[in-house]
C-alpha cells in the first residue's frame, strides 16, 4: 500500500519552518483553539500519523507556483462552462484509510453517475476524475510513486508537468485497467477525456501561451463532448446511456 503521510509533498518545497522573517521582526503562527484542533483531528483518516497541531501552509518553489498557478487558471477556465465540477488546490485525498496525497490541483464531478469522490472539511474522500501535478526534475521519482497510487486507485486522467527549460507534459488516461499514455492528436493538441472540452494544445504549453490555451478551451467546450458530459451532471436519466463508464469519446 502507498502512504504519503508527508509534511512536505513534491510540490510543497521543504518547509513548515516555526517562525517566519518579516522585516526585523519574527512572527510565529498562533495556535488555535483546542476545539478547532480536536475537530481537525476528529475528521481525519488514520489520526495517529498526523502530528497534534495543524501543519503550517507548505511552500512552493517560485517557478513551480508561478507554473501551477497558471495550469489552474486554465482549468479554472473550463470550470465557469461546466457547472457541477469542484477544482481545488493542494488539498488532501483520501484513497483509503493509508493512502493520503495532497496533489497541487484536482478536478471531480461533483454531481450524477461520473461522480468518484465525496468533497470533506479537509479534502475529497476517494479518487478524483482529474489529477494535475508540477515537479521538477529531480522529482520525478514522487511522480511515478504517485501515477502507480492514481493508477491504483481508478483516477481518470492523471497529468503532470516536468518543469524545466522546456516544460515536459505526461497525460495519463486509465483505460479500466490501467494508465495509457495520451498523445496529441493531428492537431497537436490533448483532449480532455475526464473533462470532455479541456482542450490543451501542447505546442503553447511549452511555450507559456496561456492565451492560445485558453482559446482552445473556448473552442472545446461547443463540442458535442462537453454538452454530453453536461447531461451526465444534470439531465435526471443521466443521458447518454448507463452501460458505458465514459459514455462520449474525449473532446
Known amino acids: 500500500m502507498y ?5 512536505t509533498d513534491s510540490h510543497l518545497g521543504e518547509s513548515n519552518a516555526s517562525c517566519f522573517h518579516s522585516g526585523h521582526r519574527m512572527l510565529r503562527p498562533c495556535r488555535p483553539p483546542n476545539r478547532l484542533v480536536e475537530q481537525y483531528l476528529a475528521t481525519s483518516v488514520n489520526k495517529s500519523q498526523y502530528r497534534k497541531e495543524p501543519k503550517a501552509m507548505p511552500e512552493l518553489a517560485t517557478s513551480k507556483s508561478a507554473l501551477l498557478t497558471d495550469l489552474a487558471m486554465c482549468v479554472s477556465h473550463y470550470r ?9 488546490m493542494h488539498v488532501p485525498v483520501v484513497l483509503d484509510e493509508d493512502t493520503r496525497i495532497v496533489p497541487g490541483l484536482i478536478a471531480m464531478v461533483n454531481h450524477g ?26 522529482e520525478m521519482a514522487e511522480y511515478e510513486s504517485r501515477k502507480t497510487a492514481f493508477e491504483q486507485f481508478g483516477v481518470i486522467e492523471y497529468v503532470a508537468i516536468e518543469s524545466t527549460d522546456c516544460v515536459k507534459l505526461y497525460w495519463n488516461r486509465h483505460d479500466g485497467s490501467s494508465f495509457t499514455e495520451v498523445m496529441p492528436d493531428d492537431n497537436g493538441v ?13 505546442e503553447a504549453l511549452h511555450a507559456g501561451d496561456w492565451w492560445s490555451i485558453l482559446s482552445a478551451i473556448e473552442q472545446g467546450v461547443t463540442r458535442l463532448g462537453h454538452h454530453e458530459f453536461q447531461e451526465t451532471l444534470w439531465h ?10 465514459i459514455p462520449f469519446d474525449a473532446g
Not at 3 to 7: I, L, T
Not at 80 to 88: E, H, K, N, S
Not at 190 to 200: D, F, R, T, V
Open 3 to 7: 502512504a504519503f503521510f508527508r509534511s
Open 80 to 88: 465557469l462552462f461546466t457547472p457541477g465540477i469542484y477544482v481545488c
Open 190 to 202: 490533448i483532449k480532455s477525456k475526464a473533462l470532455p472540452g479541456l482542450w490543451i494544445p501542447v
Open 236 to 245: 435526471k436519466n443521466g443521458r447518454p446511456r448507463d452501460d458505458e463508464v
Open 113 to 138: 453517475r461520473l461522480k468518484q469522490c465525496e468533497a470533506a472539511a479537509f479534502g475529497f474522500k476517494g479518487p478524483p476524475n482529474f489529477v494535475l501535478d508540477v515537479f521538477r526534475s529531480h
